[in-house]
């Protein structure tokens, strides 16, 4: 036997065992280290998103309750009855805040149904949610479209994640993370119910709807405190996809959706087999049609009250709260601001049935608003406008007003044709309908003197078709021509400068001192002579009105007391001139400023800031703006009686006599204006009632004049007649006399005492304090001849001879009567005691001699301090 084989195969054995069990020893070493390299890994991957996960949540925005809450809301303009005048909607505010209390149990169970079954279980996340949504999400290929968000977890991504709109899934998953923390802290503070509650107001809910009561209003017609389970269920179904899935947009979708809400409604319990029999028959989807027809055709235009309204109010939530422009804005169309108006119905629908009304104007014209974008023969764009049009056709053709929108279409066909454009290069054009205004064009401002509140407005006559338009009543500034008088003249030289309605000035030519201004009567060549106040106000006379305001009020006063009525548009380095006198002035006045001017004189010389709105609440209810209007005297009671005395006369035998209103029981004063060439043609009349101021014109200024068939009472015969509707039924009224007016007999020419001698004796009326203490000497005493009115000579019949008084030397006449004899007479003719004696024979005729120095009838009477005139 070989021992050394036997021992070098045992020693192989021993070999090849110990090197097997080095292998599993070095097999188990590695496996032990893979174990603990793979722990030390989990371990630090489970750190790190630990770590990561805390980060996320750590940097999750910070929220309280009214986070949470809907922020955006329509506002609501109401009728002093507080009914509702119109909706105010921003961009997503188009929500009305509704309690959970007050709709019915259907209406959230019908969103827990289908977003959130176990909404009443869990504590803000819903983990068998989760759960169901990874594996379906890991088994469609890692896409994780499954819902899982509760409806807490959907109210946080609405108001704090702005709808969680992220396309990075990295940055999704982060939102999602702090979705659940949030959604657990916030079940912390608010109750379920108080959570359902925001969610139900907050929703976007498809066609501008937010919230269940906008969408119920906007599907149904009706408060969700009505609706039905059907009703909810489709209400719920949109949740999804407000775009696609809405009962307009997408109703099968939503008829998919709703089946299965009312099937898991059943399921749960919240519904009984008869509801679900009930809710599935019904043929909710044709009531949904109906109402959207009605709706689409109910395209909201804001009336012209409205439309001033919302500037006044932009104006003093800035002016009053210190918001900027663009908070102002977001605060009307999406605060749920409660504004309530000054505006009386009643009193708008009359205003509006005339002015809706074209055969209340005269004639009815078209003004071109026209533009078009074009491509050249080069592929260029050009824009032109209608000013285009009046340049191909010549401004002497083509004035952009006609008779019809054939005619103006006929022009621009016309206008393409020749120029070689064809509708295959239109890129875009102002549509007709849009272009076309029509003229002449009216404004209308009814308001209540004693409060200041706007009651009736109307920015144009015809249909209003856009909201926020251009408002001829609150916006166009248009010269006042004679309506100014009293506001600019008279009033502050009654007021301040010592007139009376007894005081007279000179009708004659005139040259102002600086002679730079010629005014001239709306007769040139007819003049007056002496003329009292009263006069020049009744009858409207242009030259003495520019004297009193140049020789005693003065320009500078007459600003001041402008700019004290609240009229705005004044320049003192531009219309501190003479033509201030007949409202010739820089920038014009609105109507609605105008007739406040004349309100404060209808309210016993108070001002009193027009408004069109009484307060503002925000959407709970607190008082944001309480609109008391600003008040202030601004001039003396009894003058404002006297300027209403003399336009009383203005209306019963002046130049406003159209403008009477047929009750004559009711006071009535105003005054009208007319400026050059009938540009703007006015009427600002009141009543112990209201004052109303109404404006006629072109808006592009063309004058009145012979064009068509305009006359010159139709704006004041129009006030009348809305004026007669208004006040039908009201009970007879007068002006209240101030205690400190008295009545005293004056000479009509002079305006002092009458004396007897020559003075034609009229009863006026003075402020106490303000009656003439002397009486007249200012008449001639003549005799003449009664047959031909020329002077009297030896020769005239006796019966023939009578004595008159004549207010000035020019005014005698210069001839002698003829009747008798052909002689020279033998007497002289009355001699000017201020004249020198020019040694003329007895038979010159009186003012004809030029050497004389005398009054040759050429001179200014006015200017001259000896005439007695």
């Not at 003329?840 to 200017?863: A, F, K, L, Q, W």
Request: aromatic fraction near 10%.
């Amino acid at each position: 036997m070989d021992y050394s084989k036997h021992n070098t195969e045992k020693q192989r054995k021993k070999i090849r065992s110990n090197a097997a069990k080095s292998k599993k020893k070095i097999g188990f070493n590695i496996f032990r280290f893979s174990i603990i390299a793979i722990v030390i890994v989990a371990v630090i991957g489970i750190a790190a998103a630990i770590g990561g996960f805390k980060g996320v949540i750590d940097s999750a925005p910070d929220i309280n309750v009214s986070d949470v809450m809907p922020s955006k809301f329509k506002s609501v303009m109401y009728y002093p009855d507080g009914t509702q005048a119109v909706e105010l909607v921003g961009a997503q505010a188009n929500r009305t805040l509704v309690s959970i209390d007050d709709v019915p149990d259907a209406l959230p169970n019908a969103f827990i149904a289908i977003e959130d079954e176990r909404f009443y279980e869990h504590n803000g996340i819903d983990p068998k949610g989760i759960v169901r949504a990874l594996f379906v999400g890991i088994a469609d290929g890692g896409s994780f479209s499954q819902g899982a968000s509760t409806i807490t977890q959907q109210l946080i991504k609405l108001t704090v994640f702005d709808g969680g709109a992220e396309t990075d899934t990295i940055q999704r998953f982060k939102r999602k993370f702090q979705e659940w923390y949030l959604a657990l802290e916030l079940e912390k503070e608010l109750s379920k119910d108080e959570i359902m509650e925001a969610y139900l107001n907050t929703i976007n809910l498809g066609r501008g709807a937010y919230g269940v009561e906008a969408a119920a209003e906007r599907y149904f017609d009706k408060s969700s405190s009505e609706l039905t389970v059907s009703e909810c269920a489709v209400l719920a179904a949109i949740a999804q996809s407000p775009t696609y899935n809405n009962p307009i947009n997408g109703q099968e979708v939503n008829a998919e959706r709703r089946e299965k809400i009312l099937n898991n409604m059943l399921t749960l319990g919240f519904i009984t087999q008869n509801e679900f029999d009930e809710a599935m028959a019904d043929d909710v989807y044709s009531r949904i049609q109906e109402v959207n027809e009605v709706a689409q055709n109910q395209n909201t235009v804001y009336t012209w009250f409205e439309d001033a309204a919302i500037d006044q109010v932009l104006d003093d939530l800035q002016e009053k709260l210190g918001y900027t422009r663009e908070e102002a804005n977001s605060a009307l169309y999406s605060g749920g601001l409660q504004i309530y108006l000054t505006q009386n119905r009643h009193i708008q629908d009359i205003v509006d049935s005339y002015y809706l009304d074209d055969s209340n104007f005269t004639s009815t014209e078209y003004r071109l608003n026209w533009a078009l974008t074009y491509l050249d023969e080069d592929g260029n764009e050009v824009n032109i406008d209608e000013n285009s049009l009046q340049s191909y056709y010549g401004s002497d053709n083509c004035d952009l007003l006609y008779d019809n929108a054939e005619q103006a279409q006929q022009a621009i066909d016309d206008f393409k044709e020749g120029m070689g454009i064809t509708e295959d290069d239109v890129i875009a054009e102002t549509p007709l309908s849009d272009a076309l205004t029509v003229q002449a064009q009216s404004s209308f401002v009814l308001m209540d003197q004693s409060t200041g509140y706007v009651l009736a407005l109307a920015g144009g006559r015809g249909e209003k078709t856009t909201s926020r338009s251009f408002n001829r009543a609150t916006q166009a500034t248009r010269q006042p021509g004679s309506v100014f008088k009293p506001l600019a003249v008279f009033l502050p030289g009654i007021d301040s400068c010592g007139l009376t309605l007894a005081s007279t000035k000179m009708d004659e030519p005139y040259t102002t001192p600086d002679g730079k201004y010629e005014p001239f009567n709306t007769n040139a060549s007819s003049y007056k002579g002496l003329t009292t106040v009263r006069d020049a106000i009744t009858y409207s006379m242009n030259v003495v009105s520019v004297r009193w305001l140049v020789e005693d009020v003065t320009p500078q006063l007459g600003l001041q007391y402008l700019e004290n009525l609240g009229i705005t548009t004044m320049s003192e380095t531009d219309d501190c001139y003479a033509p201030l006198a007949l409202g010739g002035i820089s920038n014009g006045v609105t109507n609605l400023e105008l007739t406040a001017a004349y309100a404060a004189i209808a309210n016993g010389g108070v001002y009193t800031e027009p408004i069109l709105y009484t307060r503002i609440l925000d959407k709970d209810g607190n008082v944001l703006i309480d609109n008391v209007p600003e008040k202030r005297t601004v001039m003396k009671e009894t003058t404002a009686w006297l300027l209403t005395s003399a336009m009383e006369d203005v209306v019963t035998k002046g130049t406003g006599t159209a403008a009477h209103i047929s009750d004559w029981g009711i006071a009535q004063a105003g005054k009208t204006g007319t400026t050059n060439e009938w540009k703007d043609l006015w009427f600002v009349g009141y009543t112990p009632y209201y004052t109303a101021g109404i404006w006629l014109g072109y808006d592009d200024s063309i004058s009145m004049r012979g064009r068509i068939s305009y006359s010159y009472t139709e704006h004041k015969t129009l006030w009348k007649n809305i004026m007669d509707d208004i006040l039908e039924g009201y009970e007879d009224r007068d002006f209240v006399m101030p205690s400190d007016i008295v009545r005293k007999t004056v000479c009509s020419k002079s305006g002092l005492l009458a004396s007897g001698s020559g003075c034609t004796p009229i009863t006026e009326y003075f402020a106490a304090g303000s009656v003439p203490d002397e009486y007249c000497s200012s008449h001639i005493e003549v005799e003449i001849c009664s047959e031909c009115g020329l002077l009297k000579t030896d020769q005239t019949p006796p019966e023939y001879v009578t004595t008159k008084y004549f207010d000035s030397w020019s005014d005698i006449p210069d001839e002698y009567c003829q009747h008798v004899v052909e002689t020279e007479p033998e007497t002289d003719p009355p001699v000017n005691p201020d004249t020198p004696d020019p040694g003329t024979d007895p038979g010159d005729t009186p003012g004809n001699n030029d050497d004389s120095g005398g009054n040759n009838g050429n001179d200014n009477p006015g200017e001259d301090d000896n005439n007695p005139g």
